[in-house]
T-cell receptor, first 112, second 109 residues
Framework: NAGVTQTPKFRILKIGQSMTLQCTQDMNHNYMYWYRQDPGMGLKLIYY???????DKGEVPNGYNVSRSTTEDFPLRLELAAPSQTSVYFC???????????FGPGTRLTVT | GQNIDQPTEMTATEGAIVQINCTYQTSGFNGLFWYQQHAGEAPTFLSYNVLDGLEEKGRFSSFLSRSKGYSYLLLKELQMKDSASYLCAVMDSNYQLIWGAGTKLIIKP
């Protein structure tokens, strides 16, 4: 099993550009999450999904969008990138909400 | 508001024992998680407590007191590879994880 995979690993965006961060899991987990991690701060939940076709906002959803058309994939879309979106983005999945979350390797994004 | 507090940094000696504390104030409680995160890597799961008491797993143990809003992670027989950040996270009433900023543990020979 590959677990949770994310692409790309690194990306530099100019202000106003858009991009999609890809996330795929092969563990047949229903729950998937997107977090951002800024230096000295805890992980912040951006969006989450409890199954295909179902998504919901987390603590910091502004400037982002998600979709969940399959169990495996949970892409995160950044529209009109801003410097405040410079961060490390982690995708995670779990069997259920109270079960451990498995994290992807992360995407390090810089917006200049 | 919701808040998770843990020390920013701790230093310990190889072979020793260290206790990392976590206090929390959240809207509801559905369990407390500890994760380990090496620099530049993703968090990995260490433990989950939902009932009061001590859970032991090899060299790592985690304790929870729900009435005090308090948990600790105990690491025994420290090894150099234990140098990492340790993240405390509480699952709130909406079943969302609220994360602390993490404790950076430095192990010295």
């Amino acid at each position: 099993n590959a677990g949770v995979t994310q692409t790309p690993k690194f990306r530099i965006l100019k202000i106003g550009q858009s991009m999609t961060l890809q996330c795929t899991q092969d563990m047949n987990h229903n729950y998937m999450y997107w977090y951002r991690q800024d230096p000295g701060m805890g992980l912040k939940l951006i969006y989450y999904s409890v199954g295909a076709g179902i998504t919901d906002k987390g603590e910091v959803p502004n400037g982002y969008n998600v979709s969940r058309s399959t169990t495996e994939d949970f892409p995160l879309r950044l529209e009109l990138a801003a410097p405040s979106q410079t961060s490390v983005y982690f995708c995670a999945s779990s069997y259920r909400d109270t079960y451990e979350q498995y994290f992807g390797p992360g995407t390090r994004l810089t917006v200049t | 508001g919701q808040n998770i507090d843990q020390p920013t940094e701790m230093t310990a000696t190889e072979g020793a024992i260290v206790q990392i504390n976590c206090t929390y104030q959240t809207s509801g409680f559905n369990g407390l998680f500890w994760y380990q995160q090496h620099a530049g890597e993703a968090p990995t799961f260490l433990s989950y407590n939902v009932l009061d008491g001590l859970e032991e797993k090899g060299r790592f143990s985690s304790f929870l007191s729900r009435s005090k809003g308090y948990s600790y992670l105990l690491l025994k027989e420290l090894q150099m590879k234990d140098s990492a950040s340790y993240l405390c996270a509480v699952m709130d009433s909406n079943y969302q994880l609220i994360w602390g900023a993490g404790t950076k543990l430095i192990i010295k020979p």
